[in-house]
C-alpha cells in the first residue's frame, strides 16, 4: 500500500466538508484535515489574484487517488479546482495500516 495525501483548496468550509464526507462515504479516502483561513495569492487570466480559502488534505491510497480527484473535481465549484495529489516518502506504518483497513484494502 502507497499512501499518498490529496491537497484541496476551496472556497469555503462547507465546501471542503462537502467534499470530505463525499470521499469519506465512498471509501476513497481515509481521513481529511480542513484548514480554514488559507490566504492565496495566484496569477488568473494575467492578473495576479488574492483570495480567502480553506485547505482540505486527504488521506488515501495511491491506487485510489485518481478516483478520489476525479470526484472531488465534480463537486468542486472552481473552473479549475487547485488539486495535488502528493507522495508520502514515509511515515507511521501503523497509520499506513490503518489508512489502508478505512479505504477497503484489507491486504
Avoid at 492578473?47 to 463537486?75: F, P, W, Y
Wanted: hydrophobic share 45%; with cysteine.
Amino acid at each position: 500500500m502507497k499512501p499518498v495525501l490529496i491537497y484541496i483548496t476551496t472556497a469555503s468550509e462547507a465546501e471542503a466538508k462537502e467534499i470530505a464526507l463525499s470521499l469519506l462515504n465512498a471509501r476513497l479516502i481515509a481521513a481529511a484535515n480542513i484548514i480554514p483561513g488559507a490566504i492565496s495569492l495566484y496569477r488568473w487570466c494575467g492578473e495576479i489574484e488574492e483570495a480567502s480559502e480553506c485547505v482540505l488534505v486527504a488521506k488515501t491510497r495511491g491506487e485510489l487517488a485518481d478516483a478520489a480527484v476525479k470526484q472531488a473535481e465534480k463537486m468542486h465549484s472552481y473552473e479549475c479546482p487547485g488539486i495535488l495529489v502528493l507522495p508520502v516518502s514515509s511515515g507511521s506504518e501503523t497509520y499506513f495500516d490503518w489508512i489502508a483497513a478505512e479505504t477497503g484494502d484489507l491486504k
